[in-house]
């Protein structure tokens, strides 16, 4: 597959943030037969971006840890459970989505399939909208792109130090 959005992550290893200090690990992608056979089953096309993430990512990644929903093998249910969550909320979103991370059990992100090669991502809240700003209908845009919402997750050298530095002071502190 040609790599036009990730780049900058491409056949490199990355660093889990939930380690500390942070730790290499190599992620595992999806072949391209898994990401067709899952757009067939679930009748949706995919954006560009979305292919490449899961490529290079969608088998098994640390970037993001809400104890649910970052490995392919978890990609339908996720759908389900967020359909199911729209409706004992009372909520419809009109678009045709597709959930990639249920955050708690009660909220999601997700982009519209229609929405572009390099979609924008949302957050739905449901209910709890009435205690946060910014949400419509229960949903609030939360980056631009969904490749800049992925690399934004990437650690940052300077993340890395830091982590690194606090790793070692509490080895060190009497």
Not at 84 to 99: A, R
Not at 131 to 147: A, L, W
Request: proline residues 4%; negative net charge; contains cysteine.
């Amino acid at each position: 597959m040609k790599i036009e959005f990730f780049n900058g992550i491409s056949n490199r290893p990355l660093y889990s943030r939930y380690e500390y200090p942070m730790k290499k690990y190599a992620p595992k992608g999806c072949s391209q037969d898994q990401i067709h056979t899952l757009q067939k089953r679930c009748k949706v096309h995919f954006p560009k971006a979305y292919e490449e993430y899961l490529f290079l990512m969608g088998i098994d990644h640390q970037l993001y840890d809400s104890g649910i929903g970052y490995c392919y093998a978890e990609l339908e249910d996720m759908q389900d459970q967020a359909q199911l969550l729209l409706s004992e909320e009372g909520f419809e979103i009109t678009k045709d989505f597709w959930v990639i991370d249920i955050l708690y059990n009660d909220q999601f992100r997700f982009f519209y399939l229609n929405d572009g090669e390099d979609p924008s991502v949302y957050h739905w809240v449901g209910s709890d909208q009435e205690h946060i700003e910014g949400y419509e209908n229960g949903v609030k845009r939360v980056d631009k792109k969904f490749s800049s919402y992925i690399m934004d997750m990437v650690p940052s050298r300077a993340e890395r130090f830091v982590g690194g530095l606090v790793s070692w002071y509490y080895k060190v502190k009497p």
